[in-house]
């Protein structure tokens, strides 16, 4: 070994290393404290609505709390654990998902973790970073080559990240993501990558999609009360099982079909969204 590749592997290691406390949330205590603090703070300037709750696979619901989770991804746990995929418009669609009462782990940007006390907490609450070459390894003015450096050392590949995913989805703890990458706020979802479709594949657990209204930029605006929140609505549409496309002879077919009806199931459940959010 020459010592270039001596010196990937060991930075490798490192990088790792700083990021093994991603991986899982095996024990949520972390994830309860830290999502509390989050929670109680957003609810200053947000008020959530979930609705259609029943279809969260069960046993479960957003009041499940497991006593335990598995420390091994031996067996899978269809029934604990699910890929929650909701559309992503504004920063307010992060704190929304966290009024799941479980631990979770959830796919961010590395802005998440890069600085070391945002990377204790957010990990903590089961944050796995990823870095997106066409976006944080993008060169522009204030994305310097120094920030990019930083960004690829706070963060996992696609490919790891993709096994912390699914070790974590064996184990019982749900997974969230937002399907189109990053924050884009269309009326219409017309867009996805395939990385959930390729976690909920390899897992063989649901993907729940859930569709929020009021975080867009051309959603109606709601406020109430005195502190005049901000009105979050959010449907849980039926879930999505990776079984019911076994039927298709390649994985990329699969993704595709899985990526297709998740689009189609959070635009219909958008226009409810929206209908409720028009009521109020």
Known sequence: MNIETQNTEQAKRKRLKRLKSATGVAYPTGYYFFRGIVINLARVFMKAEIYNEQNIPQPGGIYYRPKWYRRSGDNKIDDHAFVIAANHGKIWDIPFVGLFHRGLVWICKPAFCRNWLF?????????????????DGKPSKKNTPGKIEKARLASYTAEEGLDVAVEALWRGVPVEMFPEGTRVGKEVIDYSKSGTARIARRSGCAILPIALAGCAKGDPVVRRGILRRQ?????VCPPIYPSDYGHLAEDSEIDKA????????INKGRQEALDILRSH
């Open 258 to 265: 899985l990526m297709s009806e998740w689009q189609v199931r």
């Open 119 to 135: 990377a204790m907490v957010n990990q903590r609450m089961g944050a796995v970073p990823i870095f997106r070459p066409s976006i």
């Open 231 to 235: 009105v979050i609505v959010g449907v």
